[in-house]
């Protein structure tokens, strides 16, 4: 049988963030892995559907699942990091560009460039993006010489 809400507008084919708090409360305590998993990713990407969901874990019945959740938050949360970081160094490393240098062009410290490489503190996303539009502009100059060869 489907899962079904009660009393709300929202269905559970609807984006998470339109559950609200009773939606997400019956996807946790009627809900099937597809729910659990669709309600954590939710919740990973936006911070701030947390308080709504902290708020139904609290009121729901069902004290594993409301760990299985947290539990997949968490690894979404670490997946997000972790593919922040491999952009990051991929970016970095497509500049040509030393530590040093790319440092002051973001206008940060190496040693705080260094952290965000090793993946030790996460980068925003506004570094990411600038490191990642270097590297394209990086790569259009290098590409330059050899069009006009052509």
Do not use: C, K
């Not at 560009?97 to 940060?108: I, N, S, V």
């Not at 705080?112 to 506004?126: Q, W």
């Amino acid at each position: 049988m489907p899962l079904r809400f009660r009393n709300i507008e929202a269905t559970p084919d609807d984006p998470v963030a339109s559950w609200g708090f009773e939606g997400m409360l019956a996807a946790i305590d009627r809900g099937y892995a597809e729910h659990w998993t669709r309600l954590a990713s939710a919740v990973a990407a936006d911070p701030g559907l947390e308080p709504t969901f902290e708020d139904a874990a609290e009121a729901a019945e069902s004290r594993s699942t409301v760990r299985l959740i947290r539990a997949l938050i968490e690894h979404d949360q670490r997946d997000d990091r972790e593919r922040a970081v491999q952009r990051l160094r991929h970016a970095f490393a497509a500049t040509g560009l030393t530590q040093r240098e790319l440092a002051a062009r973001l206008g940060t410290s190496r040693s705080r460039l260094s952290t965000y490489l090793s993946g030790s503190v996460s980068p925003s996303m506004d570094v990411l993006v600038a490191v990642e539009r270097l590297a394209d502009e990086q790569y259009a100059l290098r590409s330059v010489p050899e069009l006009v060869l052509r």
